[in-house]
C-alpha cells in the first residue's frame, strides 16, 4: 500500500537512504531537514527532483511548520537528531533540544492532526552498555545481548536525549493513544555518513596516509549494520510493526574497533602501523550488541548485506567520492 510519508532528518545519512527506498517503493516524501553540519542536499540527489519527493528545509522544534506539513501525510519518520556522541560530550545542549523538544513537538503534532503512525527512530545506545566479551570467542555465541525487554540505560549525553525522545515516543501510545513504533537499530555503516563517525574517519585518513585515531585500546565491540538493511526494518517496523511497541535492527555483526580498523587497512592495503590509539572518550560504552529476534519473526525481516561484501562496497564508495566529502565538510 502506497503511503503519504514525512521523514525528518532526510539530508542525513540514513534519512537520505530511507527517502530513496520509500520513493523506490512508489511512497510520497516530504522530507524535512534543517540542514545543519550533518545534513546536505548532497546526500538526496536524484532524489531532490524526483517524482513524489518534496523537501522542505526547516526546524521539526517548529510546531506550526510541522503542523502544516502533516495534514497530508500518513506516516511520520522520525530521523533528525543531532547524532554524534563524541559533540554530545562537547556540549549538550543541542541535542536536548533538536532529540528531545523536537521530537516531543512532532509527537504534539501528530496527536492533534491526528497522524495515522509515528515511526520514531531511536538506536541501540539506549540500552548503555553489556559486559565485554572477545566476539571471536566461544562465549561470544552465547553472551548477553540487548532485548526490547532490556532497561534503557543510556551512558552518553547523546543516548540520554535518545532515550527521551524514545520514552517520549512510547508514552504518547500509552497516554494519548497514538499509533507509535520505535527502532532501535546498532551500528550503522555505509555510504553517505558524515565523515565524522568511525569508518568514513578511519577510510579518509587511511587513503591520506595519515594516522588512524583509535580510541583507547581499541577493544570496544559495535555489532554493524548495513544502512540498506536498517532502513529496510525502519520501513518493516513502519508496516508491520504492532503499535505501542520497540524493535531491535541488528544484524549479529560484532566486532572490536581495532579489527574493524584493521579490516578497513587491509582493504585499502595500507599497514596496520598507521594505527595511532589516543585516549579514550569519557564513558565510551565497552560492548553493544542486540538480539534482533523480535523484527526478524514477526515482520519478515532479515538483513541481507554480507558484512565484508558492505564493507568493501563503502570503502571504494568513499575512495570514489572524494567530491561529495568536499562538499559536506566545506
Ligand atoms: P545524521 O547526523 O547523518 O543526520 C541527522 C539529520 O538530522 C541531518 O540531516 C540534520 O541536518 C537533521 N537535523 C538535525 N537537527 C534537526 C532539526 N532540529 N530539524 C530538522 N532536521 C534536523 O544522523 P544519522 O546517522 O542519519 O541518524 C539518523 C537517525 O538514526 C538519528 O535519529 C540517530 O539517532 C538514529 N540512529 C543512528 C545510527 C547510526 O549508527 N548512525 C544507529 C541507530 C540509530
Keep these: 500500500m502506497t503511503m503519504r510519508c514525512l521523514v525528518t532528518g532526510g539530508a542525513g545519512f540514513i534519512g537520505s537512504t530511507l527517502v530513496r527506498q520509500l520513493l523506490e517503493r512508489g511512497d510520497e516524501v516530504t522530507t524535512l531537514d534543517l540542514l545543519t553540519y550533518a545534513g546536505h542536499r548532497a546526500n538526496l540527489d536524484d532524489a531532490l527532483g524526483a517524482a513524489g519527493h518534496r523537501f522542505v528545509e526547516g526546524d521539526i522544534c517548529d510546531g506550526p511548520l510541522v503542523r502544516g506539513l502533516m495534514g497530508d501525510v500518513d506516516v511520520v519518520f522520525n530521523l533528525a537528531a543531532e547524532s554524534h556522541v563524541d559533540r554530545s560530550i562537547e556540549s549538550d545542549q543541542p541535542f536536548v533540544r533538536t532529540n528531545v523538544l523536537g521530537t516531543a513537538t512532532l509527537l504534539a503534532a501528530a496527536l492533534d492532526v491526528g497522524v495515522e503512525r509515528f515511526v520514531q527512530v531511536s538506536t541501540d545506545e539506549v540500552y548503555g552498555e553489556l559486559p565485554w566479551v572477545d566476539p571471536g570467542s566461544a562465549e561470544a555465541v552465547t553472551a548477553p545481548r540487548f532485548t526490547e525487554d532490556s532497561p534503557l540505560a543510556p551512558r552518553s549525553p547523546y543516548a540520554a536525549t535518545k532515550a527521551a ?6 508514552a504518547y501510545h500509552t497516554t494519548h493513544g497514538l499509533d ?20 568514513p574517519v578511519m577510510v579518509l585518513h587511511a587513503l591520506s596516509g595519515e594516522p588512524l585515531p583509535l580510541y583507547g585500546d581499541g577493544l570496544h565491540v559495535r555489532d554493524w549494520i548495513h544502512v540498506d538493511d536498517h532502513v529496510g526494518g525502519i520501513v518493516a517496523v513502519a508496516e508491520r510493526g504492532r503499535s505501542g511497541r520497540a524493535y531491535n535492527l541488528g544484524a549479529g555483526n560484532e566486532l572490536t574497533n581495532r579489527s574493524l580498523v584493521e579490516a578497513i587497512l587491509a582493504e585499502l592495503d595500507r599497514p596496520t602501523t598507521l594505527i595511532s590509539a589516543v585516549p579514550d572518550r569519557p564513558g565510551h560504552d565497552r560492548r553493544y550488541g542486540v538480539d534482533a529476534t523480535r523484527a526478524r519473526q514477526e515482520l519478515d525481516w532479515t538483513p541481507s548485506v554480507e558484512f565484508t561484501r558492505g564493507l568493501r562496497e563503502c570503502v571504494d564508495w568513499y575512495r570514489d567520492n572524494g567530491d561529495w566529502v568536499q562538499t559536506v565538510t566545506a
Design 180 to 199: 507509535v513504533v520505535v527502532t532501535r537499530g546498532s551500528n550503522t555503516y555505509g555510504l553517505r555518513q558524515y565523515p565524522e563517525k568511525l569508518i
Design 165 to 170: 525522545a524514545d520514552h517520549l515516543a512510547l
